[in-house]
């Protein structure tokens, strides 16, 4: 059984539900940005994985990619800096406790 | 593209990554999450080999478990108390999160099997980092300096959320 593009596409789904899970469900803050790694990484392997399909003269999809990796790092560092100062300020990153702003 | 061996890497690969990002989801202590974070990009990466882009396989093992995951993991240290083992891992969102997600994998399995006619077609050129770098600073120069704009504002963000605040 061969290998095709499908194969990486379905996987790269299945991390996507994964890392949407992770977002949607967990209870610290930390956990929720690790979830949004996970999903950026699968449209990355979902990008790369066409980039094999349609013609590979121009190598678009990995441009795009590494594009989604630097916005994903800018992403990381400003998250993680706003998780730090609500710690400092309110002493928790539980989600749950975060709610000064229901209506 | 073929060989068993592929297919095996493939394989092999992708229980590892699905094993990783599902510890990402379960393990209670946040921290093993982070290093199952570690494992899963790494995975990713060897994936992103398997389909012949090693530059920016070398990319995401730099950027992402050199430096976002390192960075998570400092985040978690700063913020966890170590022995907070005893703290909920979910949210009250478990069962609508769980039946959003089932739909999303029904509906993208259903879109996946429209794509398995599809195979592989051989890279142009042998030098594709070449041809990358080629592409990055002539057809993308705009988005290269969008990005390197974008990098520097986060840099700058980040300093002033982080910093702490000064005593009156």
Partial sequence: MTITPAHFIGLAFIIFAIGFLVVVVRKNAIAILMGVELMLNAVNLILLAFNRIHGTMELDGQVFAIFVIAVAA???VVGLALILAVYRSLGTVSIDDLSALKG | ??????????????????????????????????????????????????????FVAGIQVLIYVGAIAVLILFAVMLTQRIAEEKVKRYTRALLPGLAVA??????????????????????????????????????????????????????????????????K
């Fill in chain 2, 102 to 167: 089932l739909a999303l994998v029904i509906v993208m399995i259903l879109v996946t099997t429209g794509l398995t006619g599809y195979g592989f077609t051989p890279f142009a050129t042998e030098d594709t980092v070449g041809d990358i770098g080629k592409a990055l600073l002539s057809t993308y120069v705009l988005p290269l300096e969008v990005i390197s704009l974008l990098l520097l504002g986060a840099l700058v963000g980040a300093i002033v959320l982080a910093r702490k605040e000064e005593e």
């Fill in chain 2, 1 to 54: 593209m073929g060989g068993w061996i592929y297919t095996i890497a493939f394989y092999v690969c992708a229980a590892l990554l699905v094993a990783s990002a599902l510890g990402v989801l379960l393990l209670r202590n946040l921290f093993h999450a982070g290093l199952s974070l570690i494992a899963a990009l790494f995975t990713m990466a060897a994936l992103f080999i398997l389909l012949g882009a090693e």
């Fill in chain 1, 74 to 76: 800018a992403e990381a």
